[in-house]
C-alpha cells in the first residue's frame, strides 16, 4: 500500500510539473490565432464566462425546481444557495469593450439582481412553511407574512430598476457636463483658463462618484461597477492629460470616450425616476 501511495504520488508530481509546460504551449499556439479574430469574435469569445454563469445559475435552479415535490426543503436550500453565491461572488464581468458593452452591462446586472433576489425569497418561504411544524391555528399568519413578503420582494425588485434608470440618468448628466467643460477649457481665453480647468476638474469628480457606483445595489460587497476600475482608472488618465492640455489627442479622446457613456445610457434615462 506504501509503494502503491507513493508511485501514485510521483505520478501527480510528474503531471503537476508538465501542467505548466503544456499550459504554456497551448497558450503560446492559440495566441496568434486569437489576436488575428476580428472584433466580433473577439466579444463573442470574452463573453464566454458570462454565458457559463447564465448556464450555471440555471441549471441549478431548474435542478432545485426539479427537487421541490419531493422535498421543498432542499429546493429552498438550494435557492438560498444561488443567492448567497451570487451575492458574494457576482457574475464574471467581461472587461473588454467596456464602454461598448455598458448598456447590455445596466442590463444584465439589475436581471442578476433580480433572479438572485427572487431565488432567496423563494428559498426562504420553502424553509420556513415546509420546513418547520406550523400549527393548524397558525396557518393564517404564515399565508399573510408570505403575501406580505412577496408584496415586498415586488417593491425590492421594483427599487432595483428605479436605480439603473437613476444611474443611468446620473452619468449621462455628468458625462455631458464634462465634455462640455473640455469644451469650454479648449476654446477659452488664456485668462479664464485656471478658472475652467477648475471647473473641468469639478465635473470630474461628479463624474468619478458616479463611475465608482454599483449598478444593481448600494452595498459595496456586492454589484458591479458602471465599467471596470481599469477603464475607470483608464478614462481619469486620460481627462486628467485633456484638462492639462486642452484642444489635444487626449481631449478627443476623452470626449469619444464620454460620448459612448451618453450613448449607452440612452434607453435608460428617467428625469422623474
Request: net charge positive; proline share 5%; aromatic share 8%.
Amino acid at each position: 500500500m506504501i509503494l502503491i501511495a507513493i508511485e501514485a504520488h510521483y505520478e501527480a508530481y510528474h503531471l503537476t510539473v508538465l501542467s505548466g509546460p503544456l499550459l504554456g504551449g497551448a497558450y503560446v499556439l492559440i495566441k496568434p490565432w486569437f489576436v488575428r479574430r476580428s472584433e466580433r469574435w473577439h466579444r463573442l469569445i470574452t463573453f464566454v464566462p458570462m454565458f457559463l454563469y447564465v448556464v450555471l445559475l440555471g441549471g441549478v435552479a431548474v435542478l432545485a425546481v426539479g427537487a421541490l415535490p419531493n422535498d421543498p426543503v432542499v429546493t429552498g436550500v438550494t435557492l438560498i444557495g444561488l443567492w448567497s453565491f451570487h451575492l458574494f461572488t457576482g457574475a464574471p464581468e467581461p472587461t473588454s469593450f467596456a464602454y461598448e458593452r455598458l448598456a447590455g452591462r445596466l442590463t444584465w446586472a439589475a436581471a442578476f439582481q433580480v433572479f438572485a433576489m427572487i431565488c432567496g425569497t423563494v428559498g426562504v418561504f420553502f424553509c420556513l412553511t415546509r420546513g418547520l411544524p406550523v400549527p393548524e391555528r397558525f396557518e393564517p399568519v404564515v399565508v399573510g407574512t408570505s403575501l406580505g413578503a412577496m408584496v415586498g420582494l415586488g417593491t425590492a425588485l421594483l427599487k432595483v430598476f428605479v436605480r439603473v434608470r437613476k444611474l443611468g440618468t446620473q452619468l449621462t448628466r455628468d458625462a455631458r457636463r464634462m465634455v462640455r467643460c473640455l469644451d469650454r477649457l479648449s476654446r477659452g481665453a488664456v485668462a479664464e483658463r485656471q478658472q475652467l480647468r477648475e471647473a473641468a476638474e469639478d465635473a470630474w469628480d461628479a463624474l468619478d462618484l458616479t463611475l465608482r457606483s454599483k449598478v444593481e445595489t448600494g452595498f459595496h460587497i456586492s454589484g458591479t461597477f458602471v465599467i471596470p476600475a481599469e477603464d475607470r482608472r483608464a478614462l481619469e488618465s486620460l481627462v486628467a492629460e485633456a484638462i492639462a492640455s486642452p484642444g489635444t489627442p487626449p481631449h478627443r479622446e476623452a470626449a469619444v470616450r464620454l460620448d459612448m457613456l451618453r450613448a449607452a445610457c440612452r434607453d435608460k434615462i428617467d428625469t422623474v425616476a
